[in-house]
């Protein structure tokens, strides 16, 4: 499940040290996964550089 944000709306508000960057191909979107257990929990999308993809399963309610 994810939902896209406005990056100027998306605040990280803890465990930044915790996340791996990856890439593919053009490397334009960029994938934030929890090095610690591997989930993805947020990326900038290559359709929409201006947004933020959450992952809906990431977040408290």
Request: hydrophobic share 30%.
């Amino acid at each position: 499940m994810h939902l896209i944000v406005p990056k100027s709306r998306f605040k990280l508000l803890q465990g930044e040290n915790n996340l791996t960057t990856y890439t593919f191909d053009t490397g334009e979107a960029k994938h934030k996964f929890c090095n610690i257990c591997g989930i993805k929990s947020f990326y900038i999308p290559r359709s929409n550089p201006d947004g933020v993809d959450v992952n809906v399963r990431c977040l408290e309610p």
